[in-house]
């Protein structure tokens, strides 16, 4: 069974970092894309970003390229996002994603529980 | 860019079907996938490549795409399909997936 687990809320200031993970289980994680998706409180879903963690080969949305760093570990299975200085309007709910599909149409077929990120000074 | 529109709201009875919509210019020379997301919960893929199901899904799901619409048809629903729904189509400019804006599904 294919698992996501994400790492669990947190509660920062703004221009502090964080990094926050998201550990898979039930498949071979070098063989699969894996992404983030951000839901801002009460609006929709918007892709982040994937990584490919065989040969950590990453691809970012525009509006969120130079915003957030994608990365991956394959030793401990664990994809992460992080951010170096975090706004107020990183606050959102943030999704680990399992791609699937083709690069010509691609969507996420396992979902994490989701980890929730709130910034306030 | 392009863009991916639903109805913000469908009303259905127990029992009745419902049709979801998600317009785009030529979305039928696109593949869409639909997700389900329920109150604090994450969302769940119910339908891919226009019209298949995973694994788990209830027949019940379906989808088609064809022209500038393509539809999530729910048939015989239930008071549990109450739920956001979100089309998802690949953007050619950016090479990443579009979110059409959701569609709260209300069982009346």
């Known amino acids: 069974e294919v698992q996501v687990v994400q790492s669990g809320a947190e509660v920062k200031k703004p221009g502090e970092s964080l990094k926050i993970s998201c550990k898979v289980s039930?498949?071979?994680?070098?063989?699969?894309?894996i992404g983030w998706v951000r839901q801002m409180p009460g609006k929709g879903l918007e892709w982040m970003g994937i990584?490919?963690?065989?040969?950590?080969?990453?691809k970012y949305s525009p509006p969120f390229q130079g915003q957030v760093t994608i990365s991956a570990d394959k030793s401990v299975n664990t994809a992460y996002l992080q951010w170096s200085s975090l706004k107020a309007s990183d606050s959102a709910m943030y999704y680990c994603v399992r791609r699937a599909g083709y690069s010509s149409g691609w969507y996420g077929d396992h979902w994490g529980q989701g980890t929730l990120v709130n910034v306030s000074s | 860019s392009y863009v991916l529109t639903q109805p913000p709201s469908v009303s259905v009875a127990p029992g009745k079907t419902a049709s979801i919509t998600c317009g785009g210019t030529n979305i039928a020379s696109k593949t869409v996938h639909w997700y389900q997301q329920k109150p604090g919960q994450a969302p769940v893929l119910v339908i891919f490549?226009?019209?298949d199901r995973p694994s788990g899904i209830p027949e019940r799901f379906s989808g088609s795409n064809s022209g500038n619409t393509a539809t999530l048809t729910i048939s015989r629903v239930e008071a549990g399909d109450a739920a956001d729904y979100y089309c998802?189509?690949?953007?050619?400019?950016?090479?990443?997936?579009?979110f059409g804006g959701g569609t709260t599904l209300t069982v009346l």
């Open positions: 490549f226009d019209s």
């Open positions: 990584i490919y963690p065989d040969d950590s080969d990453t």
């Open positions: 998802q189509v690949l953007d050619d400019n950016t090479d990443f997936p579009l």
């Open positions: 039930g498949y071979s994680f070098t063989s699969y894309w």
